[in-house]
């Protein structure tokens, strides 16, 4: 068995970005070095070991990067959950509130069937608006949310509280 490398190491952190006081988490080192992204993926899956579900759901925009290739190896469908506008055909729509605005996601109103069990994957939570958007969109459609998965977690944030009423998976914890 290969040593497990330590994938925080991996993770550029950016000062100041992109406003005075953020500590931006940059993945794209992480993406970049094949082992990397492979033993990502890795852990994803041995994290969703005894999950019974039948599709993952990843979050625009780097939440599809994790999920498609989770989905493929587990053998699972894939559902992308976008940003506004890009979806073609009927869609179901959930806004939610950013640290200054709004935002909104969208997905396929046929996407899931009333009973479909769903992981929820995206690369960073913060403080959970994003994720408990996609829960509602999941829900609005008739599935299901078995948990949510991320690579990192910004334990500060509290975004696991937010999501109290979900099992909440993730990889990599920073403070802020």
Known sequence: MED??????????IEDYPTEGISFKDITTLLKDRLAFR???????????GYEFDYIAGIESRG????A?????LEKGFIPIRKPGKLPGEIEKVSYELEYGSSELE????ALKKGDRVVII?????????????AKLV????????????LIELTSLK???????YELISLIEYDH
């Not at 995206?122 to 996609?134: M, P, R, V, Y």
Request: charged letters at 35%; proline letters at 2%; hydrophobic letters at 40%.
């Open 122 to 134: 995206d690369d960073l939570i913060a403080t959970g608006g994003s994720a408990k958007a996609a």
């Open 64 to 67: 599809l990067i994790f999920g």
């Open 4 to 13: 497990k490398m330590d994938l925080k190491s991996k993770i550029r952190v």
């Open 69 to 73: 290739p989770l989905a493929d190896r």
């Open 107 to 110: 997905m396929h109103k046929d």
């Open 159 to 165: 975004g696991r509280e937010y999501l109290k009423d």
């Open 39 to 49: 033993q990502t993926i890795n852990e994803l899956e041995e994290k969703l070991s």
């Open 139 to 150: 829900e609005a459609v008739g599935g299901e949310v078995v948990c949510f998965e991320f």
